[in-house]
């Protein structure tokens, strides 16, 4: 059981049995001056601070501004007539487009969705499932 130091009536030091588990800081300043030399072998190692990179979040930059769009068109799977045409500036990177559906949709942030970038599209031609893609290559998830 740790030792906690007490004076009495008389100025002399009494040791009594501490009822805190903990060392006194006196006496963890004595056992630890030992390790303050940093040039010592025994000296703690000293604790590397990490400094993180602070870059501009991707979703909330906007890219310089253009004279250049592009039109699209985004359409929810699943639920018929739900879509929002656009023009988008063509500099848009894919994290200003995430964060620009999310907003189009009236989603806050935390909407299941999943996107998909497709080359070589095809779209059905007259008014046979118009709108939606025939074929396509080339697919991955990001």
């Known amino acids: 059981m740790p030792l906690s130091n007490a004076t009495n009536t008389s100025g002399a030091l009494v040791v009594a049995p501490s009822t805190s588990s903990k060392r006194s800081r006196s006496a963890r300043d004595e056992n630890e001056s030992f390790y303050d030399d940093p040039s010592s072998e ?9 400094v993180k990179d602070v870059k501009p979040d991707p979703h909330t930059t906007l890219p310089t501004p253009t004279s250049e769009f592009i039109q699209l068109r985004f359409q929810l799977a ?9 023009q988008l500036p063509q500099n848009y990177t894919f994290a200003n487009l995430h964060t ?8 806050g942030g935390s909407h299941a969705h999943q996107s998909f970038v497709w080359s070589n599209v095809e779209m059905y031609s007259g008014n046979y499932k118009k709108g939606e893609i025939a074929m396509w290559e080339g697919c991955c998830t990001p």
């Open 78 to 86: 699943r639920f018929k007539g739900v879509f929002r045409i656009v």
């Open 100 to 107: 620009f559906i999310q907003f189009a949709f009236g989603w």
């Open 42 to 50: 025994n000296a703690k190692p000293q604790k590397k601070r990490c």
